[in-house]
């Protein structure tokens, strides 16, 4: 796989061609704060004990505490925490939230581990890197197979060892635990709202035909807001393959499907395809929801949408990037995409240090203000720069971090 973090500096790197914002400060973007390694020791069932490695890193704080997710998986390393980390940054600048850039991960699949070696695992990275965390220093949040549930755990293990019970010091946790209304399905909502202010734009019409590459928090719940919005999901893949269906897929059976045997595959309103070809399928609007580098130059030629959607962190790699710029296929670019993801963790954030609760429907009155008009920004931003939505968005958070620096 491409090295994400090579990916992040070399969007920076074309960014500071378009606009001068000063040697210096580009430098000072150029590493992190801090990058932290640990070792987790994690006693097993069968008595066993395993060590796990796990990071944080902690970008960039000149706009508030560090922020960002968690991320489990076998995949995960240093070089695609630290990219992710630098995208939070900007990330929640283009929001307007005062909040820096960090990520954390553990390299596990914790599909194999048992429940209580996932609690084990989740109290250790805590125990790992307290003195590093806090709601004013730095506060984590669920990403890729991370769970409310989990950011339950870890809140419990940093109260125990701080005496800290504001909760605070992570989002993400279940309603009723700290947790804000909203929170789960946050980053494809934000999307939604995002969509919705660029969809003429776009070029794209209302009901239209989307395809999504993913079936997490991001891709599964998208699957549910851009079908009950009146729009055709013709296509969706998880991480064994896609399913698809020119007329559209029955959304709320294809999730049962899902629940019942672990896959899309097999669904009976629709045709297996493989995630290859999920990216190249006919449609109007594709939206990539799992990983990094999904669409890169050996793909970028066979995408037949007349527009992209990053609900994934990176998923469009820079020379991609530059294929679909030339073929004009507009993309709405990660770190405002999946930003309603960030935006709904720092109302968390604010609930739990002021003790109030708002209801769903501020949550969402105040995410959808906050994402139209952060659309509106990158796009004139963007228009104003005659470049991409990604370079007006990264043009839009780094004149703000430079502004506050
Ligand atoms: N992991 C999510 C992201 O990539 C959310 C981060 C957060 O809520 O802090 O934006």
């Not at 820096?100 to 048992?114: C, H, Q, R, Y």
Request: proline share 4%.
């Amino acid at each position: 796989m491409q090295n994400p973090f090579d990916n992040a500096m070399t969007q920076l790197d074309k960014v500071a061609k378009i606009r001068n914002f000063g040697d210096e400060f580009i430098l000072r973007l150029r590493q992190p704060d801090r990058d932290i390694r640990v070792s987790i020791p994690v006693k097993m069932d069968d008595g066993s004990l395993k060590i796990f490695e796990g990071y944080r890193v902690e970008y960039n704080n000149t706009m508030g505490p560090y922020k960002g997710g968690i991320r489990y998986h076998q995949n995960t390393e240093i070089n695609e925490v630290k990219a992710l980390a630098f995208w939070m940054v900007l990330k929640c600048s283009v929001v307007g939230i005062p909040m820096g850039g960090g990520k954390g991960g553990i390299t596990v699949n914790p599909k194999e581990l048992s429940k209580g070696e996932l609690e084990r695992l989740s109290r250790g990275w805590i125990q790992k890197l307290s003195d590093n965390l806090g709601p004013n220093k730095d506060v984590p949040a669920p990403d890729v197979n991370t769970t409310p549930e989990i950011m339950a755990w870890m809140a419990d293990e940093f109260a125990k060892i701080t005496g800290d019970k504001t909760g605070a010091v992570i989002t993400g946790k279940p309603v009723g635990q700290g947790g804000s209304l909203g929170r789960d399905t946050a980053t494809a909502q934000g999307g939604f709202y995002a969509f919705e202010a660029l969809r003429q734009e776009l070029g794209l019409d209302e009901g239209c035909r989307v395809a999504i590459e993913g079936f997490g928090n991001a891709g599964a719940n998208a699957a549910v807001i851009w079908d009950r919005a009146g729009y055709s999901v013709v296509a969706i893949s998880d991480s064994k393959g896609g399913i698809y269906n020119p007329d559209g897929l029955d959304i709320a059976k294809l999730t049962d499907h899902k629940k019942n045997t672990g896959s899309v595959l097999g669904f009976s309103g629709g045709t297996d395809i493989t995630n290859e070809e999920l990216v190249g399928v006919d449609c109007d609007l594709l939206i990539p929801a799992a990983f990094e580098n999904t669409i890169t130059e050996a793909n970028a030629d066979k995408i037949k949408a007349k527009a992209i959607l990053e609900l994934a962190n990176g998923p469009v790699s820079p020379k991609a990037d530059e294929i679909l710029f030339q073929k004009n296929i507009p993309i709405v670019p990660d770190i405002l995409a999946n930003s309603g993801g960030v935006t709904v963790s720092y109302f968390e954030w604010e609930q739990n240090l002021s003790g109030d609760s708002w209801t769903e429907k501020e949550v969402f009155d105040k995410l959808r203000t906050m994402m139209a008009s952060s659309a509106n920004k990158i796009s004139e931003k963007a228009k104003e720069s005659q470049t991409s939505l990604r370079m007006g968005a990264f043009i839009a958070a780094l004149d703000t971090i430079k502004a506050a620096l």
